[in-house]
């Protein structure tokens, strides 16, 4: 089959890779529909991760191919969506709703979604069937259900957003877009968007923003202050992941606020200090996107969200390098691949 | 009157410092009954933060002998509590339970209450009259609900300590030992406290801790974690505030699990990406002891706790040196100075 691999930071190729087979009698293998390059794909493609001759990806919807003999929650034929950790989904870890931290976890990213065909370890912890084959419009937001979507919305529900409350979000990516589509969802009454790129400000209120903040760090900050009465914003998601963003999400929250932290922290040190004295709550890390797929999945089929439009770039798996170059250069938010 | 004063590190002296007098019509001034040295005393004490010919103390129980034209909750003759932050208890910080961050908030260690008398701004907001005159062996346990009481409770508050779970807690100061007891008495299941000290284990049993372990950094986690499943501790409470013990703390907690941290936080720096992967909840700050007040009031007041017991060495406030000396040498645990 063909499928992505990363030579070495900034070198794509789509190449032949062995076809995937049945290896534990919990897996599944699934055709890849759609995937997509992540924000995070960006950190070995930049040389900031090492990188070597590694498959790539870890987003992915899909139908069922082959399953093994203990999978019973999916059947050949079923159109699926998975999270980017498979998870057994009955640990105790699991069952309080951290299935990125399952036990048995393993990181999809070892598989190397961007391909043809993908095998699912844990397929029934890890694997939720669409209620039907879904209309082609549908795919690219059950493919964000698989990531992006599901990890704007752990931040929101890491920084505690709920009604009438006052929602900051850092960064402008996929994953801070949807976190604002999150935050509306959740009941939140006013949502601040940081951004200063006019097509994602125009989607950030599209998906419910009701303010935007250009300004960053201190004087981002100074203007959530502004306006919130001086207090900071109830909760705020970070979805950038570096020490600035993290200092501006946390200086943003009021004393008792939340933060929910999305963005993968790269060269991050939270000064002790200023955490205690800042008095919020601190949350975050590898999305349980699992623990959230299921309603996510509902809320699309049902056409109540459309977070697909975080798509603004469609490429054949075939021009993979293309997506991320887009994405490296920030000509695209965000890539779907079709397969 | 007489007072502490700390010249440089390491000197205290008690001498003559102006009566404190009504200076806001919202002040009180209190006779002070009995007051202690606090942990965090000892960082100016040992150098660690500047000071010089600095007023001490910032925990306090007394009697109010005046109050100014707008105080209406308490009265000439009332027996009090308050907090180590004044605060108003009505801004909206406040309301949401962070009065240790009040938009008004003073702190009290600027006044200065070891000494006989004390002037304890926004008293309606600060200070909490004990349902009569409490005998006096009540006094250790009410001058504890000041701040080592609270902010104990606290951590176990910021750490989501309830019913059934497993809870451990890093530290075995004074802090630490009444977040074993804030922590049976909020439901724990399984109480593991982490001790070194003979003394110190004993009360931490006779408190509610079910398990000590005695081991420290990476082996004091392993150990955690061989009594936890492998998993760690639901809840951990952090009352030490240096790099190994919030570490410890984080380690010590299992993905999705609450880290409540209470130790004054010195030359901390967080690392991102273990803190990211974790997946824990991190919580903590300034204890907002002003709003665990009334219930803690009822609980000593009732003999449902005894939290007094912390203190094993009671001086006279002309004797506080050598109460200092005692506690940065680690003779004792918490030193009450009595007025």
Redesign the interface.
């Known amino acids: 089959m063909r499928g992505v691999i990363m030579d070495a930071p900034g070198e794509i190729r789509v190449d032949e890779r062995a076809t995937p087979t049945i290896e534990e009698p919990t897996d599944a293998i699934i055709k890849v529909a759609a995937t997509c390059v992540c924000g995070s794909d960006l950190w070995p493609y930049r040389g900031v991760e090492d990188v070597d001759h590694a498959p790539m990806g870890h987003e992915y919807v899909g139908t069922v191919t082959e399953v093994g003999d203990e999978v019973t929650t999916v059947s050949v034929g079923d159109f699926v969506v998975g999270s980017f950790f498979a998870s057994d989904n009955t640990c ?2 699991c069952r ?3 299935q ?2 399952c ?1 048995h976890a393993h990181p999809m990213g070892a598989v190397g979604t961007q391909a043809e065909y993908a095998r699912i370890p844990l397929a029934d912890g890890t694997l939720v069937a669409t209620p039907g084959h879904p209309d082609e419009e549908l795919i690219p937001s059950l493919l964000a259900a698989s990531d992006v979507l599901g990890t704007g919305w752990f931040g929101a529900v890491a920084a505690e957003v709920g009604h009438g409350k006052t929602v900051a979000v850092v960064g402008d990516g996929a994953v801070g877009l949807l976190g604002v589509l999150a935050a509306k969802h959740l009941g939140a009454e006013r949502i601040i968007a940081m951004s200063r790129h006019p097509a994602r400000q125009a989607l950030a209120r599209e998906f419910g923003a009701t303010d935007i903040v250009v300004e960053r760090g201190d004087e981002g900050v100074a203007r959530i202050k502004d306006l919130t ?3 900071g914003a109830h909760s705020v998601i970070e979805a950038v ?1 570096t ?1 600035e963003s ?1 200092l501006q999400a946390i200086r943003s929250a ?3 606020g939340h933060v929910g ?1 999305v963005g ?10 200023e ?12 999305a ?1 996107v699992r623990r959230f797929l299921p309603e996510l999945i509902d809320l699309i089929w049902n056409r109540e969200i459309d977070p697909g439009k975080v798509f603004d770039l469609t490429l054949p798996l075939a021009d993979a390098a293309e997506g991320y170059r887009a994405m490296d250069e920030r000509r695209a938010t965000k890539v779907l691949l079709t397969v």
Do not use: K, N, T
């Open positions: 105790e870890i309080a709703g951290y990125s931290r036990v009465d001086g207090l992941g020490q993290m009021r004393p008792g932290y993968v922290s790269h060269d991050v040190e939270l000064p002790g200090l955490l205690f004295f800042s008095g919020v709550h601190l949350h975050g890390g590898p349980p």
